[in-house]
């Protein structure tokens, strides 16, 4: 049984839209996950990857892809041109072993892993993105989820007191952007 929400609220069919649209959103982020990383993240995984031991190229890509539990797989596209990088600026070195190079950090790149503090961008809270290559639009979208059931099975004093915590949120989320 649903609340009916008189004078703009939320019941009946506007509930029903409102949670298709909620779906639809998170089906787009999940079909999005593990396409694209924020800057800095693959070489913030790579470094944190060969701190750990020495690998070659495809395997830092596997290892991203299995701590991420599949939701993020770089490219060779993005991971190769990192490791150059990598390489050009003295933070790893590459030697040749059975036909594939096996990086390994210099100590300029331990340096560089070990200002991350141990995090990686897979971790629940990463360094670049402070929460992890999917965290923000998971959140978001667990956010909406919220919004939509509090809409469809709650009081009218429940949902009045959902959009001023949504305003606060807003608010909050506004002022994080404005800091310096």
């Known amino acids: 049984m649903r609340a009916s929400h008189p ?11 409102m949670w298709q649209a909620v779906e639809e959103l998170r089906s787009r ?71 594939r190079k096996i990086y390994s950090l210099t100590e300029a790149g331990r340096e560089e892993a070990s200002a991350h503090h141990g995090s990686a961008p897979w971790d629940p809270a990463g360094p670049t993105s402070g929460g992890g290559i999917a965290s923000l639009p998971k959140a978001g979208i667990e956010l909406a989820q919220a919004a939509a059931q509090v809409g469809r099975i709650g009081s009218q004093e429940q949902v009045h007191q959902a959009v001023a915590v949504l305003d606060e949120a807003r608010r909050r989320l506004y002022a994080i952007l404005a800091q310096d």
């Open 7 to 17: 004078a703009g609220g939320f019941g009946g069919n506007n509930l029903d839209g």
């Open 29 to 99: 982020f999940e079909k999005r996950v593990g396409t694209r990383a924020g800057k800095g993240e693959v070489r913030a995984a790579v470094l944190a990857l060969l701190a750990e031991q020495p690998m070659h190229g495809y395997q830092i890509i596997r290892e991203i892809e299995e701590r991420s539990a599949g939701s993020w797989k770089p490219s060779a596209g993005s991971v190769y041109p990192t490791l150059q990088l990598l390489a050009d600026e003295g933070s790893i070195s590459a030697e040749e072993s059975n036909g």
